[in-house]
């Protein structure tokens, strides 16, 4: 059948019990063998037989536990304690025997001298013709055992009897060669096995069994009159398609229902399976091994499809060579594919395809496995780079009214009639902007201008009384009000009785164009006053004027849509405040970061730190000796943004850790904070870059009438620095990319130019179409639109804002309706390094949960700050911040403390991974929920019909029941219907009856619940 390894139950003489399982004996071999000679001479025997059957030997065994009535027990009763219960061969059934002993592993002498008792045995063994061993009752015996076991035997084979074993990622370094998955438990649907896939992952490449064991064999499990020869060959596919290699129970090959029992067994079993066979498998199991040897080494299996569907499709990672592996569980009815196979899902976290592939429905039973490729990325996209465009578009003037869409309409209005023009008109950073309307009859050439007024929210206005009948054209145009800036901060500053000499003599040089007289000294009356700002306006000094009036889609990848961020500080992982954190110790914990479920680790700037003007613990002015400084002032003698700060470790250490956590799954985002502290190699080597004040000092970073002392930014319109600075930043990014980056986050973009990003973006997309950005701008609404419309893939949002459930409802409705769902992709950030939100300040572990619940249900994109995960949320005064902020020394956690959401988090993540439905905001709806601090919404999935229903109370301290309607009609049910509801926080299943139900979201239990419905 091609079997390359022959494992043996253990062949030992068993305790009084009779259960070969229960070592007692190691000296002489079972007297049903009837082999007169030593033990180690007739496990020669064996593995000379084997040989010659081109097969290797394997034993089992079972240190965690040995027969009461053991020599060995007797010869080291220090040894041993009586335990309660035993271990049988199938580690998932209920323990049957009481009469063993299991290893005292809690004190250090005695482990050791146990281990080397093994040791010695196995060697002893291994001399015999042993090639390796399948290690039972893990659950009994600690890791530390078996790493002193792998190590004394490097050559040995050792595997890992892992189903049913709980925290089995403990095993993880303990030299197991492969583990074995709970393949033959598997129904082909349920969520759990993928769960233990990632697990078993951790740990070593896992074997598939298609049967529990001797005593459950497959055939007892199936009904009455199921088509055994149909089961036993839809499990042989299953574990052939999901695992590294096959282990089967003897009497699988006949589809035997004969119990093999480990007490009563005896050798006339095999022959009379034989002679009962319903089915003869051996051509089928030689079949799947060679799927097996012609199938890519497995790193992990990643669910297409939600566990409603009518297949369950997989995709079986394998580096560059990765399968499709599709299964129809049902072993009596044909089920559709339900996706196209020439573009995969975006569950398959890449843009993947299977060209020419059958799609026809899978028969009964079916499995297929289809080799994948990747899509071919689209390059192209940037513009070249011009000084006009640049200034042209640096104002937006959007959404113009009255308009008349879908073409060149003109709208209505009658003579005398006051007519109101309005758009929505804004820039980047912080300055005074100015609008006139234009109007024009169609019989003259002049403009005539009509000077508009801001409103709220970025909108102006204008109105004319048109005197004539006929056709007239208008427009927008919105310029960058240079004088009006300047006037507005230095009235900012004399209010803040701030010295303003500088500023009168900045004031002196805007107007001397304008000016002709100018003498003697300049008061800031003079420069505030009304008459000289008209003046001024009436020069026609209009910088960047833009005026208002073809459409495009960016296809991204589905990590654009889809993923869960941590961001952590590097700096910070370490267990001791005097030592820095490095790559290298980030590398450490990126298993338990995977382990949570998340697919981005982002990183704050990880560049030098600026010296000069270095700021102090908790953002004072002033930094004490040993203050490592923000992140954010980036720069330094040792190097600017494409650098690592040496203390994280070089490049090389980085790239390093990438390829670690690419191995775990996991992406790394970095920060791009346009900012240089003042000793950045770039303020030096290019002065001109930045700007000046009168006498010679540095302008530092501002908004009147805070200063920014430690960082100062680049003119982005100097006659030196453009294009030069754009073209710098661009090759910042580019930098990053070729080391490995594909995702990064942005500090502040809308300080900004708009047409930075614009170009930047489609630049580098264009010559890198997996590159994202992620935009965070807390900041005006049509601001943070409009850089989503420049190129932006995901946005932060008021999310972290928005506590009550109109508050809700309002703002999501927004952003799942059009034209926002066209551009904007939320990433909903439940806190971060700037952000110590109220809400979680004030609510326990209750308000993180629904906080937690909240982002992860609403939005495909959702993140946490390093320290959500324990309940952080200690303030400063009064202030949304933290108390001792990260961004100004390190912060040592203890991420396992009491009272941690870990496990929920994780929990949430492994939910989203497995149902499409939550994989993006869009698709949300609101239902009734009869209480003002219960929020009830679903989404559909897309593929199987099924929704994801999601309740949520606002209320961290109290109880709260409500009556809510189920959406039965959205399955086409009428009211008093039954539906399938499975709680997927525990994986209960059960039926509601009826539209209305009762539920209590209890903040001590659980403040959210999370259901699966489907149609019966």
């Avoid at 390796?132 to 035997?153: E, I, K, N």
């Avoid at 951790?202 to 497959?218: G, I, K, M, Q, Y």
């Avoid at 929210?457 to 009006?484: C, K, M, Q, T």
Wanted: proline share 8%; net charge negative.
């Amino acid at each position: 059948m091609g079997f390359s390894d022959v494992c043996l139950a253990p062949p030992f003489e068993p305790g009084a019990s009779g259960d070969i399982f229960i070592h007692a004996t190691f000296d002489r071999l079972h007297p049903a063998l009837r082999f007169g000679g030593s033990a180690e001479q007739g496990i020669a025997l064996a593995a000379e037989q084997a040989s010659g059957a081109n097969l290797r030997l394997m034993l089992d065994i079972a240190p965690g536990h040995v027969a009461i009535d053991s020599p060995l027990r007797q010869s080291q009763p220090r040894w041993f304690t009586v335990a309660g219960g035993a271990w049988v061969a199938d580690p998932r059934r209920t323990p049957h025997r009481i009469d063993v002993t299991v290893p005292r592993f809690d004190q250090t002498d005695l482990t050791d001298a146990i281990s080397d008792w093994w040791i010695d045995l196995l060697t002893r063994l291994t001399r015999a013709g042993v090639a390796g061993f399948r290690c039972l009752t893990l659950d009994l015996v600690p890791a530390s055992f078996w790493r002193r076991l792998t190590a004394a035997l490097p050559e040995a084979l050792f595997v890992a009897w892992t189903p049913g074993v709980k925290h089995v990622r403990d095993f993880a370094g303990a030299g197991f060669d492969l583990t074995c998955s709970s393949a033959g438990w598997w129904d082909g649907r349920a969520s759990w096995f993928l769960d233990e896939q990632a697990a078993l992952r951790d740990v070593a490449p896992a074997l598939a069994t298609p049967e529990p064991s001797f005593l459950d064999r497959l055939a007892q499990r199936l009904p009455p009159d199921a088509d055994i020869q149909a089961a036993y060959r839809l499990a042989l596919r299953i574990a052939a398609a999901t695992g590294a290699g096959l282990f089967l129970p003897m009497g699988f090959e006949f589809a035997t229902s004969r119990r093999f029992d480990p007490v009563l067994g005896n050798p006339a079993d095999m022959a009379a399976a034989y002679q009962e066979m319903p089915a003869d498998l051996t051509d089928d199991i030689a079949a799947a091994i060679r799927l097996i040897a012609e199938l890519p080494a497995t790193k992990a299996l990643r669910p297409i499809t939600g566990p409603a569907a009518p297949v369950t499709a997989l995709l079986r990672e394998g580096g560059r060579d990765t399968r499709l592996v599709v299964i129809n569980p049902d072993i009596i009815h044909s089920a559709p594919l339900g996706f196209p196979l020439a573009s995969l899902p975006p569950s398959t976290g890449d843009a993947l395809s299977v060209d020419g592939a059958d799609e026809t429905p899978l028969r009964p039973g079916e499995v297929r496995i289809f080799r994948c490729r990747p899509a071919a990325d689209i390059p192209g996209g940037g513009f070249t780079l011009a000084r006009p465009w640049a200034e042209a578009t640096r104002i937006a003037v959007e959404a113009v009214q009255p308009v008349v869409p879908g073409g060149d309409f003109a709208a209505k209005t009658v003579v005398g009639k006051e007519f109101t023009v309005s758009a929505d008109i804004f820039g980047d950073g912080h300055d005074v902007l100015a609008a006139d309307l234009l109007w024009q009859s169609a019989d003259v050439s002049a403009w005539q201008r009509i000077p508009m007024r801001r409103l709220a929210n970025d909108r102006w206005e204008a109105s004319v009384r048109p005197d004539r009948i006929g056709l007239y054209r208008f427009a927008v145009e919105g310029w960058w009000d240079r004088w009006g800036t300047f006037t507005h901060d230095l009235s900012a500053k004399v209010a803040a009785g701030q010295d303003v000499r500088l500023e009168i003599q900045e004031g002196r040089q805007l107007i001397e164009a304008t000016l002709r007289r100018c003498d003697g000294e300049m008061p800031v009356e003079v420069l505030l006053s009304d008459e000289l700002a008209k003046a001024v306006k009436q020069a026609g000094d209009r910088p960047f004027a833009s005026r208002s009036p073809v459409h495009s889609v960016r296809v991204d990848r589905p990590a654009a849509e889809f993923a869960s961020w941590y961001e952590l500080f590097p700096r910070s992982v370490t267990h001791d405040p005097a030592v820095h954190g490095t790559f290298r110790s980030v590398t450490e914990r990126l298993s338990e970061i995977s382990a949570m479920g998340f697919d981005v680790l982002y990183f704050p700037p990880i560049h030098p730190i600026g010296t000069v003007n270095r700021k102090g613990r908790n953002n004072s002015l002033r930094a004490k000796p040993g203050d490592l400084g923000s992140p954010y002032a980036i720069g330094s003698a040792e190097g600017g943004h494409d650098a690592t700060h040496p203390v994280l470790g070089t490049l090389d250490d980085f790239r390093s850790m990438l390829r670690a956590a690419h191995a775990h799954g996991l992406e790394i985002a970095i920060d791009f904070a346009i900012q240089c502290a003042p000793d950045h190699p770039w303020v030096t080597q290019h002065k001109d870059w930045f700007r000046w004040r009168p006498d010679g000092s540095m302008h530092y970073a501002e908004n009147p009438p805070k200063k920014y002392e430690d960082i100062v930014n680049p003119d982005f319109y100097g006659e030196a620095s453009f294009p030069a600075v754009w073209n710098a930043l661009r090759d910042v990014i580019q930098f990053w990319v070729v080391q490995g980056v594909r995702i990064f986050r942005v500090d502040n973009p809308h300080t900004k130019p708009l047409p930075f990003w614009q170009w930047m973006i489609a630049d580098i997309q264009g010559r890198h179409p997996d590159v994202l950005f992620l935009s965070e701008a807390f900041t005006r609404p049509k601001l943070m639109y409009r850089l989503a419309k420049a190129g932006f893939s995901q946005s932060y949002t008021y999310f972290t804002w928005r506590n009550t459930k109109q508050e809700i409802v309002e703002y999501l409705t927004e952003l799942t309706a059009p034209p926002v769902a066209h551009f904007f992709r939320p990433n909903f950030f439940v806190n971060t390094p700037d952000i110590n939100p109220v809400f979680l300040q004030t609510s326990g572990r209750a308000g993180f949960l629904i906080r937690a619940a909240l982002a992860a249900t609403l939005s495909g994109l959702w993140g946490v700050y390093s320290g959500f995960e324990i309940c952080e949320s200690a303030p400063l005064p009064g202030r949304e911040e933290y108390l001792d902020s990260e961004k100004y020394e390190i912060r040592v956690r203890d991420y396992a403390a009491p009272g941690n959401i870990v496990a929920e988090i994780a929990a949430l993540n492994r939910i989203r991974r497995r149902h499409p439905a939550l994989q993006s905001h869009l698709g949300l709806r609101f239902h009734t929920a009869f209480n003002d601090q219960v929020i009830l919404y679903g989404k559909r999935d897309p593929i199987d019909g099924s929704m994801v229903l999601v309740a949520v109370s606002f209320d961290p301290h109290i109880a709260q029941e409500a009556v809510i309607e189920v959406p039965l009609w959205e399955f086409g049910l009428p009211d008093q219907a039954a539906i399938s509801v499975t709680d997927l926080m525990t994986e209960e299943g059960f039926t509601w009856y009826g539209k209305n139900q009762r539920i209590r979201l209890d903040p001590a239990d659980w403040p959210f619940r999370i259901w699966r419905l489907e149609a019966h």
